[in-house]
C-alpha cells in the first residue's frame, strides 16, 4: 500500500514567501518524518513528528499532524533559494515509505 | 555530526557485470538499510538488516541482489548481473533505533550502460 503522498506535486515561490507541502497517509503510525533532498544528492532529515504530537518546530520549519484525517503538512517560513529542493515524507513500518515528493523551487 | 558514508559516489558498469555498492554506517547503530531512487521517481525500499541477518525485503529485492556486513564497520549491497533497469541511486541509511532517526548517506549512482 502507498504511505505518505505529497501534494502539491510541483510549487514555485518567491524568496521570502512561505511554503507549504501537505503529505496524506493510509494507515496507523507511530511518528512521520519529512526529508529533503537536493538534486541529486541524498537525503536529508528535516524533522520527525510522533503520533501523539500535534505540531512541531524547529528554525523556520513547522510540521502539523492530524492522525483523524491521516494527513501532515510542512511550513517553511521566509524561504531562500537554498530551500530549493524535493522534499518528501515519510512513514516508518520499520522500513521507511517515501512518497513522491513535492518539488519546490525559490526564485530569488 | 556523524555520517553514513557510502562509496563511491558513481559507477559506472556493463550489462551483465557485477557491482558492489559501499556503505559505512554510523558506528553504533543497529539497523540498515539499502533504498533506490530510479530517476525521476520515488525513493523505494530494497531491504534491510538487523542484527546480522535480513529483516525485510521488497520484490525488488530478488536473487540478483545481496547483502553483507562482513566487518563490523561496512554494510555492501551487491548485484550479481546488472540490467539496464538497475540504474539508479542507491541510498545506504542507518537508525540506532528503528523507526526513529534515519540516517541516510549521499547515495551512489549507479549507471548499467
Known amino acids: 500500500s502507498q504511505q505518505g503522498e505529497e501534494d502539491p506535486q510541483a510549487l514555485s515561490i518567491q524568496e521570502g514567501e512561505n511554503a507549504t507541502m501537505n503529505c496524506s497517509y493510509k494507515?496507523?503510525?507511530?511518528?512521520l518524518q519529512w526529508y529533503r533532498q537536493n538534486s541529486g544528492r541524498g537525503l536529508v532529515h528535516l524533522i520527525l513528528?510522533?503520533?501523539?504530537?500535534r505540531e512541531k518546530h524547529s528554525g523556520r520549519l513547522r510540521v502539523t499532524l492530524d492522525t483523524s484525517k491521516k494527513s501532515s503538512s510542512l511550513l517553511i517560513t521566509a524561504s531562500r533559494a537554498a530551500d530549493t529542493a524535493s522534499y518528501f515524507c515519510?512513514?516508518?513500518?520499520?522500513?521507511?515509505?517515501f512518497g513522491q515528493g513535492t518539488t519546490l523551487q525559490v526564485k530569488p | 555530526e556523524p555520517e553514513v558514508t557510502q562509496t563511491p559516489s558513481h559507477q559506472v558498469t556493463q550489462m551483465g557485470q557485477e557491482v558492489i555498492l559501499r556503505c559505512v554506517p554510523i558506528s553504533n547503530h543497529l539497523y540498515f538499510y539499502w533504498y533506490r531512487q530510479i530517476l525521476g521517481q520515488k525513493v523505494e525500499f530494497l531491504v534491510s538488516f538487523y542484527n546480522n541477518e535480513i529483516s525485510e525485503k521488497s520484490e525488488i529485492f530478488d536473487d540478483q541482489f545481496s547483502v553483507e556486513r562482513p566487518d563490523g564497520s561496512n554494510f555492501t549491497l551487491k548485484i550479481r548481473s546488472t540490467k539496464l533497469e538497475d540504474s539508479a541511486m542507491y541510498f545506504c541509511a542507518s537508525s540506532e533505533d528503528s523507526p526513529n532517526g534515519y540516517t541516510f548517506g549521499s547515495g551512489t549512482r549507479l549507471t548499467v550502460v
Open positions: 513528528i510522533r503520533s501523539n504530537e
Open positions: 494507515t496507523s503510525i507511530n511518528n
Open positions: 515519510a512513514t516508518p513500518r520499520g522500513k521507511l515509505i
